[in-house]
């Protein structure tokens, strides 16, 4: 069986509640699914929270925190995303970020610049990936299982759990 027979389908999704506020909360999470012949075979589910973040922080985490979770870097990639943050960063952005030395159009520092860095080589260690942008909150199952999952760890950590 060749590996053009296997994919892995991803989704990642990260917030913050009190994002901008000295006291927060936030969490990432992904969910995956893989499959082979055109049959799900099995999945993985992963959440991780934090306090003192951003919301941007986290949406990056859990796209990072997926694709490091990806062990077999020759097979197919789709990552499901509802942040435009991390799609368009990763996908348009990144380029002329790194031909400005990680500068903005503005001249200014970009934000977050080592995830950045982690998630562009994790990017790219991978030998096919595309990147689908989904609505959030619109009944797409991996993307309301990601965001159940990242609701129930923040909730965790505040009922210090």
Do not use: P
């Amino acid at each position: 069986m060749s590996l053009s027979e296997h994919l892995i389908k991803g989704w990642s999704d990260g917030g913050c509640r009190g994002n901008g506020k000295e006291e927060n909360i936030g969490a990432y999470a992904y969910y995956m699914e893989y499959w082979r012949d055109g049959e799900l075979i099995a999945t993985k589910e992963f959440s991780e929270g934090e306090t003192d973040t951003t919301n941007n922080i986290q949406e990056l985490k859990g796209c990072l925190e997926c694709l490091k979770a990806i062990k077999n870097k020759e097979i197919k990639v789709e990552m499901h995303l509802d942040s435009a943050y991390v799609l368009n960063g990763i996908t348009e952005w990144i380029n002329g970020w790194k031909r400005n030395d990680w500068k903005t159009s503005t001249k200014k520092d970009v934000k977050n610049k080592e995830l950045w860095i982690e998630l562009d080589r994790v990017r790219n260690d991978l030998s096919f990936i595309k990147f689908i942008k989904v609505k959030g909150h619109s009944g797409e199952v991996g993307n309301e299982k990601v965001d159940e999952l990242l609701n129930k760890k923040m909730d965790e950590i505040v009922d210090g759990q």
